[in-house]
């Protein structure tokens, strides 16, 4: 993934997400209620699928056509509204 | 969750999903083909729905019924039936 | 699925879906944009997961521990938390 | 969606999901157990999904770039990786 602007936001999101986890094993090893674990790895869920969203679309943009840049406008729009779709879908 | 012997399985879960974050991060420190990463994301989310079946599961045997032991039969197969539903739809 | 009550409110869900589902057959009859269909199909997916909660919540209900009227306090709470948690994860 | 080809399979895919619907409208209107319902708008869900993931594969195709037939090779192969990724989240 030779896009290094992009990496710096990912491996963000991830340090951020391996600190969610920590916060489930922390509960575990405490007997936290079942609810409240619950939660945290729902939260995880939720950190897991917006880097997937992020990691899509910088595909997208980098790999295939950015809707900002390509310079053949009606690919560009394509590529615009499957970054909304992706979005729609893996939220 | 004061399930001692679940929350062993549990953790062993968490520790190893640490592992499948750290690849990624290593794979997006060394700017490895967004596939790959992609590929990586993709089994952390399958073990997130893994783990997440599995804390479902340990609360409905803990703090609702547990299939095997409920002297109360018709609640026991409803609590098997929806552990299986379960299993159906976040795995 | 013996509980008629609900059953009527699930048996409206299903219809109204099949309402949805034809209108993504006329939108794809009139070759509605990709973007147009794709939203149609995302509403869908929402609706279906709505059916699919509100079916896994009767059956907690009917089958398992009814929160509000269980006798066992303990296993009622465990029951209202395990709908909280279905919610959460398949809205 | 101008691209009357995938058209009909699509269509064909949203009738079959329209018979699966009609399944669950029966079964309710029977009072079929819940398992039965359960497991049948389990198949719906999985339907919505294979119908979601070939909306989009025909968009990526359609309107942003055909790994088979685009002139440009780097692109291309962008998009057919692109539509594994999609197939492996939306499965």
């Known amino acids: 993934m030779s896009h290094t602007s992009s990496d710096k936001k ?3 999101r991830v340090r951020r997400l ?11 090893e405490s007997e936290a ?5 619950l939660n945290l790895v729902a939260s995880v869920r939720g950190a ?5 969203v992020e990691l899509i679309e910088d595909h ?14 009606a690919r560009g729009q394509g590529a615009g509204d499957l ?9």
């Open 18 to 28: 391996k600190g969610q986890l920590e916060a489930v094993e922390r509960a575990l």
């Open 60 to 73: 997208i943009r980098e790999h295939v056509s950015n809707p900002e840049t390509d310079s053949d406008k």
């Open 48 to 52: 897991v699928n917006g880097l997937t």
């Open 33 to 37: 209620p079942c609810g409240e674990i």
């Open 83 to 91: 970054i909304q779709v992706i979005r729609t879908y893996l939220k």
């Open 10 to 12: 990912l491996l963000a």
